[in-house]
């Protein structure tokens, strides 16, 4: 974004802001936008993945926290973009779905101190989403690409897992930042499920946090507000394993007893 402004980037909103061009293209081009898709962008910043993005599209929506780089969008695109000046964790998806009538695709670069929390308010909107391409700390895209029996696998690899179909797609050099940010980092992209209405997703999460939250415990201890050992048992669970030894199939397993038991 070629602009007179001079920000400051601000360590409160987890501002890096990307400037290699040719890491730029490249997201672009993996991300692939259509011209009559919609599209929103998460934290815009200066605008580096916003001004390629209307270079290919009709109009383009945002989600931007900080005032003075919202002012700074809004003067610059105009009519082509409608910007929310708002924390994305309060951000209410369904103020665009209720201007369209088709599914959202989202791109953006995620303040990688409120990452996690991002992923899992989105979500709750997982019906109205088409796809998602975000950079994230190299760290957090292998958490979600985990598989069990890994040091990475935890709980935001198994409800990502749960969610989306999920494809650590490329790696970025902290050099394609300013101001350079000490870890590395990485696109991934998210593409949402089928919804299986027969899984309730608040208690599949509540009983993977138990089970992660004491992730050096056996099952029957971790879970014990859940099930026992018997009831492990009856899944073919080994009761003395832990949180890290068990698939997405396992838990939805557990998740699926516990439900028919509260009946």
Known sequence: ???????????????????????????????????????????????????????????????????????????????????????ILKFDLTNIK??????????????????TPILFHLFKFIELISDMSFMLQLEVVDRMVAEPNTKAYGRLSVMTQFYCHVEKLFT??????????????AIVQLIPKPI???????????????????????????????????LLKQLNIDPRARAENLSLEDYLAITNLVSQLSI
């Open 98 to 115: 209720s201007d369209y009538a088709g599914k959202i695709r989202i791109i953006g670069n995620l303040p990688y101190n409120i990452s």
């Open 196 to 230: 299986d209405s027969n899984v309730n997703a608040q208690l599949l999460s509540e009983i993977v946090r138990d089970a992660f939250n004491q992730r050096r415990k056996t099952l029957t201890n971790s879970l014990k507000n859940f099930v026992n050992a018997d």
């Open 1 to 87: 974004m070629t602009t007179s402004y001079e920000h400051q980037p601000r360590k409160r909103f987890g501002q890096n802001f990307l400037h290699d061009q040719n890491i730029i293209n490249k997201i672009i081009s993996s991300f692939n936008p259509k011209t009559d898709q919609v599209i929103l962008e998460i934290g815009p910043g200066m605008g580096a993945l916003t001004e390629k993005l209307l270079a290919q599209l009709n109009h383009l929506y945002l989600v931007e926290i900080d005032k003075n780089l919202a002012q700074v969008l809004v003067e610059k695109y105009q009519k082509q973009i409608t910007l929310f000046n708002y924390d």
């Open 172 to 185: 970025i050099p902290n050099t394609a930042f300013r101001p350079m940010p000490k870890v590395k980092s």
